[in-house]
């Protein structure tokens, strides 16, 4: 579905038709060409002229109506800048080819993220209504301590409010799966929501990853650097070629044409002709020098974007790796911290049916172990989006 309905994708193939339809304009230049040409011509104004073969007095022109036919062919033979051009042009189509394969490495980023995101969201949502569950629970308990005496109705206000708040965040839950899977649907290159099976293992989507991608070795070989690197190598090429430009170039020419009448040249109605022509432009009011400062700009522009590429994807694969780490120390502290909640609820829960604890004990606690569960529930699904963002931060995709 990414390879089809992808738009960033096939932007990005489009972007390699046009480089690649750039390199066969750039080779026409150096090819030979053939025109055919024609013309019709008709004297509205005539004169008097005598004929001497038949003596007599005849207008002319005569005929009134000519016309002629014929076909020029221009080859080649030495056009340096042209050549280099082509290769410049195949240089600029590989550039786009990389920078495609960066898009399907961002594609199946977008894809993977959303997926997690997508399951994230439904666990938030799930675990707000286990939470929902129990704060109805606590109400009816303070309820029915209250129809008999031992409960006041501040404490049932309190089981009331923490009820609301409850299904306030149920509210927010399924708000956030639905922007989720209206995500996972934009990845997938549709305007609709999509969700995921109830079967889908999270854990696997890094392996899933792994058999579309190759990690490689350094930044140096990711796509988004090759393809800066690539921009370089255009833009100094566009700078060397603006030299080949001061060199003449040579064309072999012929020319065939066919006459309504007999030419002057040959007394024939026909004529072929060769030659050769040499061009050499002295000056052109220095649009040449213009156009070699301007390469030289942009060779200096790609050159710093090259830079800042390379410092920006270190850095990204700096901090995704240290992120699985965080977030490995982040899901062990939530799951003390949701343990510890757990305890407190339970403990408060039990005083409380005692009769030696408060109902605002009760109700805080079992908020308290609400965010818990709720913190638990995110940090889990961090260390998967750690760790596929690593993967992905350091990898070339085939899509």
């Known amino acids: 579905m990414v390879r089809s309905r992808s738009t960033a994708l096939v932007s990005a193939r489009a972007q390699i038709m046009s480089a690649q339809g ?24 005539k004169g008097q002229g005598f004929n001497l073969i038949e003596g007599t007095v005849t207008s002319i022109p005569d005929p009134a109506t000519t016309w002629n036919a014929g076909l020029n062919l221009r080859v080649p033979v030495f056009a340096p800048l042209a050549w280099y051009e082509h290769k410049t042009a195949k240089f600029a189509a590989e550039t ?6 960066e898009a399907e490495r961002l594609a199946l980023a977008a894809v993977a993220d959303a997926i997690v995101g997508v399951v994230t969201a439904e666990r ?35 089981a009331e409010q923490e009820a609301a708040s409850s299904r306030a965040q149920i509210v927010a839950t399924d ?8 995500a996972l649907g934009l990845a997938l290159g549709d305007d609709q929501a999509w969700g995921v099976t109830q079967g889908i293992r999270i854990d696997s989507l890094a392996r899933d990853a792994g058999s579309s991608c190759r990690i490689e070795q350094s930044v140096e070989t990711r ?13 100094e090429r566009r700078v060397e070629g603006v030299d080949w430009a001061f060199w003449p170039t040579v064309d072999a020419v012929s020319s065939l044409a066919y006459f309504s009448s007999e030419t002057f040249t040959n007394g024939k109605q026909y004529t072929w002709t060769i030659g ?23 060779l200096l522009d790609s050159r710093q974007r090259l830079t800042h590429a390379k410092r920006t994807a270190q850095l990204e694969v700096t901090r995704a790796m240290r992120s699985v780490r965080v977030a490995e120390a982040n899901l062990a502290v939530s799951e003390r911290s949701r343990e510890i909640a757990k305890q407190s609820a339970d403990l408060s829960r039990i005083a409380f049916l005692n009769g030696s604890g408060t109902s605002f004990d009760l109700v805080d606690t079992a908020r308290r172990l609400r965010d818990a569960e709720l913190d638990l529930a995110i940090k889990e699904f961090d260390i998967v989006r750690a760790r596929l963002t690593a ?5 070339t995709c085939d899509i």
């Open 22 to 45: 750039a390199v066969r304009q750039a080779l026409s230049q150096a090819l030979p060409t053939l025109t055919g040409t024609g013309n019709v011509t008709h004297h509205l104004i």
């Open 96 to 101: 786009n080819r990389l920078s495609a394969k």
């Open 124 to 158: 938030l949502a799930e675990v707000s209504r286990v939470s929902l569950d129990s704060a109805l629970s606590t109400l009816d308990l303070n309820r029915r301590r209250a129809q008999l005496g031992a409960a006041s109705a501040v404490d049932v206000l309190r």
């Open 175 to 182: 708000e956030g799966v639905r922007v989720a899977r209206e």
């Open 223 to 235: 796509p988004d650097i090759l393809a800066a690197r690539a921009e370089v190598d255009v833009a």
């Open 276 to 298: 050769g022509v040499l061009t050499w432009e002295l000056y052109d009011g220095g649009f040449r020098y213009g156009t070699r400062q301007v390469a030289q700009g942009a």
């Open 391 to 395: 993967l992905l931060a350091l990898a």
